[in-house]
Nanobody
Framework: QVQLVESGGGTVQTGGSLRLSCAASGRPVSGYTVGWFRQAPGKEREFVSAIRLSGASTPYADSVKGRYTISRDSAKNTVYLQMNSLKPEDTAVYYC???????????????????WGQGTQVTVSS
């Protein structure tokens, strides 16, 4: 099985940028669909982005489209989430998750992922 560790969170001002990392160990991350999710206090965990097994498809939530970019570095066994033009509503704990399956149209559903990291806090101040 794969183990995931997120890093790169922090506090930034509105309009700032952060790059989150999801470092995988135990198995090659290229063998998994990897998703990023976030959860704000009092809210449900929501889909942010994912990178498919092939790496060719990278869907995004409408709320982050054009501002966030997901990428994968197989040599470093790491998936990244570059976040630009951050807004206060982006404040949340961000999680990466992995599934060994091709998820088809269900990539946005956190229940479809088998492995999760511990999360990293992102705070955007106004």
């Amino acid at each position: 099985q794969v183990q995931l560790v997120e890093s790169g969170g922090g506090t930034v001002q509105t309009g700032g940028s952060l790059r989150l990392s999801c470092a995988a160990s135990g198995r090659p991350v290229s063998g998994y669909t990897v998703g990023w999710f976030r959860q704000a206090p009092g809210k449900e965990r929501e889909f942010v982005s994912a990178i498919r097994l092939s790496g060719a498809s990278t869907p995004y939530a409408d709320s982050v489209k054009g501002r966030y970019t997901i990428s994968r570095d197989s040599a470093k066994n790491t998936v990244y989430l570059q976040m630009n033009s951050l807004k206060p509503e982006d404040t949340a704990v961000y999680y990466c998750a992995a599934s060994p399956r091709y998820l088809g149209g269900t990539y946005y559903n956190p229940a479809m992922y088998d492995y999760w990291g511990q999360g990293t806090q992102v705070t955007v101040s106004s």
